[in-house]
């Protein structure tokens, strides 16, 4: 195996469904891929997947949601090549909708950029790209920090 890479989407549609999507480039077909998914707050799964395939992840109840928070993704192409990678990213579709509910309630033209709304939408944003970036560079402590950070702040 040359290399590979993973890439996670998060379909905005749905809070029950994670779209993995594999973009690896290959040496040849991989013999045992094996990605393994650590949801938060649940134990982890592994998870069949197929080289240069899109998988769908929901939940096994029906009607279960994705929790918000900080999943990793494991995937390792063979065990005797040694190749891994660790994917961490932040799922944050229901706090995102809560906050859209929240915005729309709200006549941003009459609004005074002075209000407590404005400070709280300034204190928002910043915390949702300090988690994400944080989770994205590899801080995942710093990244949890700020996500509850985001949780109690988020009206």
């Known amino acids: 195996m040359t290399r590979h890479h993973l890439e996670l989407l998060s379909l905005p549609a749905t809070d029950e469904t994670i779209l993995l999507q594999d973009l690896s480039v290959y040496n040849g077909y991989p013999e045992y891929p094996r990605l393994v998914l650590t949801v938060p707050g649940r134990n982890s799964c592994s998870v069949p997947i197929k080289p240069g395939e899109t998988t769908v992840i929901r939940p096994l109840n ?9 999943y990793t993704a494991d995937y390792s192409v063979t065990p005797h ?7 961490p990213f932040l799922r944050t579709y229901q706090l995102e909708c809560r906050l859209n509910r929240w915005i729309q309630t709200i006549d941003w ?6 209000s407590r709304n404005y400070q709280t939408l300034q204190k928002v944003t910043a915390l949702l790209l300090a988690a994400t970036s944080s989770v994205q560079a590899g801080d ?5 920090r700020y996500f509850q950070g985001l949780q109690t702040t988020c009206p």
């Not at 029906?62 to 900080?70: K, Y």
């Not at 033209?109 to 002075?114: D, R, S």
């Not at 995942?140 to 949890?144: F, K, N, S, T």
Request: proline share 11%; net charge negative; glycine share 14%.
């Open 62 to 70: 029906p009607g279960e949601l994705l929790p918000d928070g900080i």
């Open 81 to 87: 090549d040694q190749i891994q990678l660790c994917y």
């Open 109 to 114: 033209l009459q609004e005074p950029v002075t």
């Open 140 to 144: 995942l402590a710093g990244g949890q």
